[in-house]
């Protein structure tokens, strides 16, 4: 089957390969349904699946999710596995905003118990946490606290008093990335994050009130601590102009290294070095840098919104219930054990856009998980629904442990903004059962569900697919957006 000139094998009814051609070293994979691959490949996505498909040392397959849409030289959505002798590290395979991903908070309230308050909560979670464009928070870091932070990630927050000790062990890699060095951040970075930490940001990045309306899988919901008319606090954020800027310095260095060695790729965004050159190995220390920046900066936001529930609903921590269920990243490269050709292979998995999910009894899962396998949490559009899920042995076999990360854009944030004039966003929400805070209309707009995909066509896709099953379906009440 051809889609505009790029020849397509579909392989089932979620998977699609792209044929090996020209310079590609391996073939594309892309997870899609028939009727979505139809928009897929209207967007350069596909091609960029290819382009990722030429970089040396990669394995097996160039990957993309049901949400792929165009990126800086990788797509959004796009997985890509490295040989570690062979392969290289590109920062366009991890993104501007290192480690952004997503924390979910349960609690012991009910959505229905909440109404009469929301707009108080609302009003309150708006004003305690700082959001927008360039927003900085009430923290001040000095240079010693933040070479602490990029060291230790959100293992410093808990030690500063923000949260509870088992919050480490329910994020990601224990909240921490091994290797980090400060020293490989410049000190434009450091500036930029010095006074950043515990803001939510903007564009797609937010705090929402959501309420649990379906649960498809009891055994997990009920490791979650999640049940049906739950009042659930999910938190979109990442490493805010501090990790912006390591991958801005890194991208230039990149560059002079192909030119050094030679390396020709289709796409100059795809710039890269190998993993085991200096270069390679002094960028992905400043990535884990970067990446415990952000675990720090939604551990600070969890406490700030959990403080504020507290406040305004006037109730104890007891009463409140509120505890985190997971923090998972999705703009990373991590170094992992996955089997490949029949043995297990250490490997660097770039994923941009996308999500880790492991199956049940992966040692990387906290124990309580174990039994069930890794959450994975895949946010829709605000007005629609998000999704709670839980990693199968499917996306080991197929896409290095990896899944989708949202509901995937359709619509660019120019031609979102272009369509909504002379209409009231927030009315709009309102009328969908959903009150809507943010810091700026202009990005309102660009964030109004018809920008995206259909997060359950997207879901249903990895569900079926193997790689990770429904677990509860979430509802929005209330947005805070950056």
Not at 103 to 127: C, V
Not at 143 to 165: I, M, N, T, Y
Not at 229 to 258: E, F, K, P, T, W
Not at 442 to 447: M, P, R, S, V
């Amino acid at each position: 089957m051809k889609f505009q000139d790029i020849s397509l094998k579909k392989l089932s009814e979620t998977m699609w390969e792209i044929p090996r051609e020209g310079g590609m070293r391996v073939p594309g994979l892309i997870f899609a349904s028939e009727a979505m691959m139809g928009e897929i490949v209207r967007d350069e996505a596909v091609r960029q699946v290819m382009n990722v498909a030429h970089l040396p040392g990669i394995l097996r397959y160039s990957i993309g999710m049901p949400d792929i849409h165009w990126g800086y030289g990788f797509p959004i959505g796009g997985v890509a596995a490295m040989d570690l002798d062979e392969g290289v590290v590109s920062p366009g395979g991890v993104g501007y905003d290192i480690n952004c991903g997503v924390r979910l908070l349960r609690s012991d309230l009910t959505a229905s118990s909440l109404k009469p308050r929301l707009p108080e909560l609302l009003a309150a979670l708006h004003r305690e946490v700082p959001s927008g464009v360039g927003s900085t928070g009430p923290l001040r870091l000095s240079p010693q606290d933040e070479e602490k932070v990029l060291v230790d990630g959100s293992r410093w927050a808990v030690s500063a008093g923000f949260g509870a000790a088992e919050d480490t062990a329910f994020t990601e890699s224990g909240g921490k990335y091994p290797g980090a060095d400060p020293d490989a951040v410049s000190d434009v970075a450091k500036k930029r994050g010095r006074d950043q930490l515990g803001t939510l940001g903007s564009g797609n990045h937010f705090l929402e009130i959501d309420e649990v309306t379906e649960i498809h899988d009891e055994a997990a919901a009920s490791a979650y601590g999640l049940f049906p008319g739950q009042a659930v606090v999910q938190i979109h954020s990442g490493s805010r102009g501090l990790g912006y800027q390591v991958c801005d310095d890194y991208l230039g260095d990149m560059a002079d290294y192909m030119r050094r060695n030679r390396i020709e790729l289709p796409d100059r965004q795809l710039a890269c070095a190998h993993i085991r050159s200096p270069e390679g190995e002094r960028y992905l220390s400043a990535l884990a840098a970067a990446a415990n920046f952000a675990f720090a900066n939604r551990q600070l936001l969890a406490h700030r919104a959990r403080e504020t529930f507290l406040k305004v609903l006037k109730t104890g921590p007891r009463d409140l219930g509120m505890r985190l269920v997971y923090d998972c990243g999705h703009n990373n490269a991590k170094f992992e054990q996955h089997e490949v050709e029949g043995r297990k292979r250490k490997v660097l998995v770039h994923r941009k856009g996308a999500t880790r999910a492991f199956p049940p009894g992966d040692p990387e899962i906290p124990a309580a998980y174990r039994g069930v396998g890794q959450p994975v949490f895949i946010p829709g559009e605000m007005g629609n629904a998000s999704y709670v899920l839980a990693g199968q042995p499917g996306a080991m076999l197929l896409s290095f442990g990896s899944t989708c990360h949202g509901a995937g854009r359709r619509m660019s944030r120019t031609a979102a903004k272009a369509s909504v004039r002379g209409r009231s966003i927030a009315q709009d929400m309102e009328k969908r059962g959903v009150l809507v805070a943010c810091a700026s209309w202009k990005t309102l707009a660009e964030e109004i569900p018809e920008a995206y995909k259909d997060v359950s066509a997207v879901v249903n896709v990895v569900h079926d697919a193997g790689i990770a099953r429904k677990v509860a379906r979430l509802k929005p009440i209330a947005v805070v957006k950056g």
